[in-house]
């Protein structure tokens, strides 16, 4: 589960403890003759350059073969940059980067967003604000530039999105429904065929503010139980505690679909 909660800018010696791929100076040997190696700790400077330090940094554990060259992420975020809303949360964009360098990945930009309340996260990909690809031959400055003003000139479409899930109330029946769906979003439709999840237990908020019955209340409970692991399950005649999500890939894979599901119903 990425770590969202940090309120200052971390150091190169800290995103080198936690993501030390990041600072790769050369590329996998057997990558193509073509390939230009970018370490991602250039990005990570000319990222700073335009205002967005890191709050965060991880990477995917590897094989031999491809130790220290594998996928890795930052995150980062704007201090300038914040949405006030009118009931008190404060929510700060962010700037998803992964990237690796072993051939197979280009420098891929995600949204997320950063809610204070809950010191939460969560990732946006949706058709008005889909992932900005960079590939590493050809890289300047100047393109990085252009593409992160794009994706910050799109940031209304996000508070438009949060907005319209604020203002719509959900009934019981579905919210039920929510939950439900929303568990497709972690667990193979094979395996939801063969576990029960306590429903009510799912859409309980742990913290007074998301109490309510808005869609983006509901939403935050749901999203911060399912990768924080807060919550069980039957599986059989055996009671089990759904575990924390800490691989990266899958927290945005979660956090994607869930968010996806979530505007399905703020329509």
């Known amino acids: ?28 040997p057997n990558v193509s003759k073509h390939y230009t190696h970018i370490p991602t700790s250039v990005i990570m400077e000319d990222m700073q350059k335009l205002g967005w330090g890191v709050v965060d940094a991880k990477q995917v554990k590897a094989r031999s073969a491809s130790k220290g060259f594998q996928k ?10 914040r949405i006030e809303g009118e009931d008190g949360d404060i929510v700060y964009p962010q700037i998803l980067l992964t990237n690796s360098h072993d051939g197979k990945n280009a420098f891929t930009f995600i949204a997320g967003l ?6 939460n996260g969560l990732v946006i990909s949706t058709e008005q604000f889909e992932n900005l690809k960079m ?8 393109d990085l530039q252009t ?6 000139e799109r940031l209304p479409l996000t508070v438009e999105s949060m907005n319209l899930m604020k203002n719509k109330i959900l009934s019981e029946q579905q919210k039920h429904e929510f939950a439900q769906k929303s ?7 094979e395996e939801l065929a063969r576990i029960k999840v306590d429903l009510e237990d799912l859409l309980t908020p742990t913290r007074e503010e998301d109490k309510g ?12 139980k399912l990768l924080g692991g807060d919550f ?20 945005q894979k979660i956090n994607i679909n869930l968010f996806n599901t979530a505007l399905q119903y703020a329509a």
């Open 1 to 28: 589960m990425l770590n969202h909660n940090s309120t200052e800018f971390l150091t190169p010696e800290q995103i080198r403890k936690l993501a030390p791929t990041v600072f790769s100076s050369q590329s996998a």
């Open 72 to 81: 890795h992420l930052l995150v980062f975020r704007n201090e300038d940059i």
């Open 114 to 119: 950063f809610r204070m309340i809950c010191e």
């Open 135 to 142: 590939r590493h031959m050809g890289y300047t400055f100047e």
């Open 147 to 152: 593409n992160i003003h794009s994706m910050v």
């Open 183 to 189: 568990l497709e979003s972690r667990f193979p439709k």
């Open 213 to 224: 019955d808005n869609l983006w209340n509901v939403f935050n409970v749901i999203q911060e």
């Open 232 to 251: 069980r399950y039957e599986y059989g005649s055996k009671q089990r505690k759904a575990r924390k999500i800490k691989n990266f890939q899958q927290d």
